[in-house]
Each structure stands twice: as structure tokens, then as C-alpha cells.
């Protein structure tokens, strides 16, 4: 593959794979260098690309593949003890209010199966639209559609307990 391929292959997916890993980090600066990375790492791996799949597919599979080893690796940090000497500048209690709608909402999204959960998670902090959605799930934008919808619905029945 020549470089001129690598740099329209670039074009046409940085954006949708940047707002596939920011939908799953929700952190800007991690979802900028994991895109870097993916974009690396395809590179490097082109040629086990067997084109069953569109291209995007493939590379949101390796962003979620790189962002699923920075989790592992941040998980090997949290065991450690932590400095009770750190002074907060953030307003914890407001942050807390603000945020508490987000917080019992990503917490009833746990209980969805992946599929719906992942769904919901990209359209509602990715603000992907369904045919993007439908792009990096491997289906259609109709099943996208449905399933956030079917999502929708079980977290309303659920809040209605």
C-alpha cells in the first residue's frame, strides 16, 4: 500500500474512529493519541486487513482493542495506595449535583447487553449519528436505530420502577 492510500484512508476515518474512542474514554487528549495509535497500529498491520469488514470497522476494532490495554494498565495503578496529602482544587460537591442525572444514567446503561449498551454509549456521548453507529457495529443504520430506541425504552421502564 502506497502513501498516498494511507493518507485517504486517513482522512476518510480519523474522524469517526477519534469520536469511537472519545465516546469510550470521554477524555480528549486519550482519544487523541489512541487515534494516533490506531492509525500506527494499522499501519503497521495492514496486510492482516482481509476486507471482510469496511476499513472503519476495522480500525474502531483496534481503537477498542488499545483502549481496553490502557484500561489494563491504568487498573494495575489503582491498587496502590494513594497520597492522602493531595489537595483538590475542584468543586467535588458541585461536580457531584451537576452530574448526578449522567451518573444514574451510565449506571442503568450497565445493565443493557453490550451490544444496546455500546449503541447508547455512541450516540449519547459520541453524538454519533445511527449510520456511523451502524458503520463501526458492523450492521445496518435501521438495527442501529432500533436498538438505541429498544435501549431508550428499557431505561425508561426501569427509572419508572
Do not use: P
Request: with cysteine; charged share 35%.
Amino acid at each position: 500500500m502506497n502513501k498516498k492510500d494511507i493518507n485517504q484512508i486517513y482522512k476518510e476515518n480519523v474522524t469517526i474512529v477519534y469520536k469511537f474512542i472519545y465516546c469510550l474514554t470521554h477524555d480528549a487528549d486519550i482519544a487523541e493519541e489512541l487515534t494516533q495509535e490506531t492509525f500506527f497500529q494499522a499501519i503497521k498491520g495492514i496486510d492482516r486487513f482481509e476486507g471482510r469488514c469496511k476499513i472503519s470497522v476495522w480500525l474502531c476494532e483496534i481503537a477498542k482493542k488499545l483502549w481496553y490495554k490502557e484500561l489494563a494498565k491504568k487498573n494495575k495503578h489503582t491498587n496502590e495506595e494513594l497520597n492522602e496529602n493531595i489537595v483538590s482544587n475542584e468543586d467535588v460537591e458541585g461536580n457531584y449535583f451537576q452530574n448526578l442525572n449522567k451518573v444514574e444514567i451510565f449506571k442503568a446503561l450497565h445493565n443493557l447487553d453490550e451490544d444496546t449498551r455500546e449503541v447508547m454509549y455512541l450516540r449519547l456521548s459520541g453524538e454519533l449519528k445511527f449510520s456511523e453507529i451502524a458503520e463501526i457495529m458492523g450492521r445496518n443504520e435501521n438495527w442501529a436505530r432500533v436498538t438505541f430506541y429498544r435501549g431508550k425504552q428499557k431505561l425508561i421502564k426501569e427509572r419508572n420502577k
